[in-house]
């Protein structure tokens, strides 16, 4: 996700997100991969299709998706979203479509 937060100033805190610190067995399935790769590096990986290892987000912070989360739940790519409430493992966030209800977003 993108996120702007120049759109609201609060004093809200700022919620640190990681991404995890492995390659999947869908990336690497005969484990050849993950023997040469340090975390340092998976971590160091920058390019334009990956999100970004640490994302900081506040609630109140409007966000775009950079990707298809949930097309059932309509968080598909560019969708633009509020972030609600920010805990270890779920991001509820609404999108700014209006009549939409809340939606659950995993972040890890």
């Keep these: 996700?993108?996120?702007?937060?120049?759109?609201?100033?609060?004093?809200?805190t700022i919620?640190?997100?990681?991404?995890?610190?492995k390659l999947c067995e869908v990336d690497d399935p005969h484990?050849?991969?993950?023997s040469m790769l340090s975390k340092e590096v998976l971590n160091n990986f920058d390019h334009?299709?990956?999100?970004?290892?640490?994302?900081?987000?506040?609630?109140?912070?409007?966000?775009i998706a950079l990707r298809n989360i949930n097309k059932r739940a309509g968080l598909t790519n560019n969708t633009r979203v509020i972030?609600?409430?920010i805990s270890r493992f779920v991001i509820k966030a609404q999108t700014?479509?209006?009549n939409t209800p809340n939606?659950?977003?995993p972040s890890s």
């Design 1 to 12: 996700m993108e996120c702007d937060g120049a759109r609201y100033e609060s004093m809200s």
């Design 83 to 85: 972030i609600l409430h």
């Design 31 to 34: 484990d050849t991969l993950s």
């Design 15 to 21: 919620h640190s997100l990681y991404s995890v610190d």
């Design 48 to 63: 334009s299709g990956n999100p970004p290892h640490k994302l900081n987000l506040k609630v109140n912070d409007s966000c």
């Design 103 to 105: 939606r659950l977003i």
């Design 96 to 98: 700014l479509i209006q």
